[in-house]
């Protein structure tokens, strides 16, 4: 190693620190303890092989320094309050794989610093910012790879960026993250293995006490009446339990769509759901190069009622924006493939989604974690409450209401396991209607202006120019409706979660 560039950062607040030291991050650990796996290749045994490297993970750290991003007050070993940030200068061939943090300006010893050979890296970006120091230029971010999805290698380490100047998002850093080189993925979990997670992990999904569109499985879809329609037909075909005479493979070209029972009552009847058939549809993939496992779990639901507009302390029910014919939303279990895990959840919600951390879940029975759908548009959240599209300053939006009640699906016992492809051919047999490529409904284009125009009305003047702009803003299905695809028709059955 060619010695390493230095930068300090030192607080003005650090003689204050000296009476009031900073308190130091509490473990966690989930409600229950993590039961023994079934037996298998290399599935949480606490060490993963990546080809030419066997990494571990780390549980035990040494505190350098800190800092308190609420007030920039600083600590160190000495209580001078100076951190020193070090990037290495690597050999040629070699890449540094983080920031290492002193609390004296003395150069570190070679013997401390490793760097890894270029070949066994890939390339990442910032993620999440850590800490801001206010005014102050240094920032503070953890990492990830920058190519994410189910074949992708880079593996992240743990480590973060830090920088007296900007960095953008999908900036290429001076630091880099492991390739996984193992072909064979050793540390996935086997079949048996994934029913155990299932079981261990699986979420209760609340839906709202008012919630009059509730899901089904896809074969009650199919029974109760849901009709194929191709372009240029005028009258529909019924469609096999099974899905087995829905058309296979290609790419949404339009030239087909399902939608629901031809009579009014058969219409009213499907769009209610029937969750006494509504199951969870899983599908499991490696994710962040091998060392993590993806559970993703889709839900159906046969109809997507209409919005809720909130405008301040209004709270207006559409009578058609939002609706449209068949619903599938997610969540995902991020499981560590080191200890068995649960590491994190994604919550899908409409066009995007946020990952929410163990530790800021809530749980039921165990380490099954709580899920709530939210009324008619079933996006997901880690919490009840009410949840805004739109503009949170003026209290104008989308009203998205999520809360427990009577009707849940429990994921631990209601599931199928629709694809693992990971295990290979014949292991998981994929159901006929997840290769339908098309769309699970009718396109719709609403009458939305006159709505809108109707709601417009109704409010002060002072505050209709500020309406008008927010209604910009809503999504696009609000105001008309390409029908939803399937679950391998969305980025994420192969890429990575949007957030």
Known sequence: MLGCECFCWHDKHSDYDEFTPLPQPQPFSLPSPIPDWPPGQGFATG?????????????????VWSCDSLHGKAKDLDRNGCGFFWLPNAPMGYKAMGILVTGTPEEPDD??????????????????????????????????????????????????????????????????????LDPTLHAMPDLNQIHALINHYGATVFFHPDEDCLPSSVQWFFKNGALLYEDGELKGKSIDYQGSNLPSGGTNDGAFWIDLPGDNNGRENVKKGNLESAELYVHVKPAVGGTFTDIVMWIFCPFNGPANLKIGLMNIQMNKLGQHVSDWEHFTLRISNFTGELWQVYFSQHSGGEWVDAFDLEYIEGNKPIVYSSRH?????????????????????????????????????????????????????????????????PTIVYDSRSELDRIINMLPFFVRFSVENIFDLFPTELYGEEGPTGPKEKDNWEGDERC
């Open 377 to 441: 548009g079933h996006a997901s959240f880690p919490h009840p409450g009410t949840y805004l599209q739109g503009s949170v300053k003026l209290g104008i939006g989308i009203r998205s209401d999520a809360a427990r009640s009577k009707y849940f699906v429990d994921s631990s016992t209601r599931y199928k396991i629709i694809a693992a492809e990971y295990l290979g051919d014949g292991v998981v047999t994929e159901p006929c209607w997840l290769n339908y490529m098309r769309e699970w409904g």
């Open 47 to 63: 060490k993963i092989n990546l080809g030419e490297l066997e990494v571990v993970k780390i549980t035990k750290f040494e505190s």
């Open 111 to 180: 013997d401390e610093v490793r760097c890894v050979r270029e070949d066994l890296t890939e390339t990442c970006e910032i993620k999440d910012t850590i800490h801001v120091a206010g005014a102050d230029p240094f920032q503070v971010w953890n990492t990830r790879p920058c190519k994410r999805g189910m074949c992708c290698k880079g593996v992240s380490v743990g480590t973060f960026f830090c920088s007296t100047y900007f960095v953008s998002e999908n900036e290429e850093l001076e630091i880099v993250c492991l390739k996984n």
